[in-house]
């Protein structure tokens, strides 16, 4: 009695901050108590907090209400804790709004499938249309939570005919924190809706989310593919959103193009070997011969990173020739980015096919009438050399390297002199 009385008087405290502090404290407090002393007691104190002058206390008081309504019988909700939690979902502070749109999945585990449906669905779509960017931000990010957690019986409806038009205007929402918060939950929704309702409702959306000019939100929806491939199969997926891959990585922006490149990894890792050799392979290659020194850099990259994920043979029968070809293109920045693919994948593919299949072709290109590549044989020398093994390296890397050592080339020969000490064949 006498601790209800203190915890009491903490509540209506003239400091701001005392009744901050029990406010945060509201719902652990019920929790210890006897069910009538929580509708006698701490209820009306968690009223009062609800629409306290302070913002801080009030946004407290919506953390407190997850707890209350655990402890309450269903019908004592209604009366007890909803027109709170109504009023709060409605508050002039954006950041108590934010807060209920924070707790939203648990305030609705905690209130029942019934008060849901008829209470938290309104109050959902306001959070997401809120004049507020956090507000949508935070109601973004729980859409897929609250439409996992609507009753199942109806929850198609209810997601078709009140959530999804909402979730539409968010998919051109003028913030990029809330277009990318959508972006990272929304492909879920395909377990949730199924075949039919993916391929013809959420796809535009992904589609639409794929071309979104903020890099962040394009990397969600990709790397969320795998969840749509579940649904709807890669047949459909590829009919669908492939086009706007390859539309994005033809991208006149070199920048658009660059992005993409970083998400193929992570695209090949979620549609498969078989799926990327058909579509996307040529694209990679293409990369390699970009007018762009950074696109070209990229592409490198990204084949080291895909012969990590598809392994060594994969990369001797489809990426490796294809590298190797270009050491005869006639334009010496091609041939160059040769040499640099070999950099790169000589690690991953390990001592066999380095030494089998690319060197050489590097050791042929120290002949190259261009000094660019020369010096950039003795670099590669010196980078794969640590991958073959020490025969090879006396009898093959060596002699190459004391002859680049005498061209008439500064740079080359000052390449080939490191090369040869950093592998110790002097």
Known sequence: MEIRQHFRNLCSDDTPMVRRAAA?????????LELEYVKNDIIPLFTNLASDEQDSVRLLAVEACVSIAQLLPEEDLEALVMPTLRQATEDKSWRVRYMVADKFSELQKAVGPEITKN??????????KDCEAEVRAAGAHKVKEFCENLP?????????NNILPYVKELVSDTNQHVKS?????????????????????????????LKDECPEVRLNIISNLDCVNEVIGIRQLSQSLLPAIVELAEDTKWRVRLAIIEYMPLLAGQL????????????????LVDHVYAIREAATNNLMKLVEKFGAEWAQNTIVPKVLAMANDPNYLHRMTTLFCVNALSE???KEITTKLMLPIVLK???????????????SLQR?????????????VKPVLQKLGQDEDMDVKYFAQEAITVLALA
Not at 365 to 379: E, L, P, S
């Open 384 to 396: 794969i050399g640590p991958v073959l093994d020490s025969n090879t390296l006396q009898s093959d």
């Open 181 to 209: 918060a959508l972006a990272s939950v929304i492909m879920g929704l395909s377990t949730i809706l199924g075949k039919e309702n993916t391929i013809e409702h959420l796809l535009p959306l992904f589609l639409a989310q």
């Open 272 to 287: 498969g070997v078989e799926f990327f050799d058909e579509k996307l392979n040529s694209l990679c290659m293409a990369w």
């Open 119 to 128: 209470d938290l669905v309104p109050a959902f779509q306001n959070l997401l």
């Open 365 to 379: 290109m120290a002949a190259d009438q261009v000094a660019n590549v020369r010096f950039n044989v003795a670099k």
């Open 348 to 350: 991953a593919c390990g």
């Open 152 to 160: 199942t019986d109806g929850r198609e409806a209810i997601i078709m």
């Open 24 to 32: 945060s404290k509201l719902g652990e407090f019920a929790k210890v």
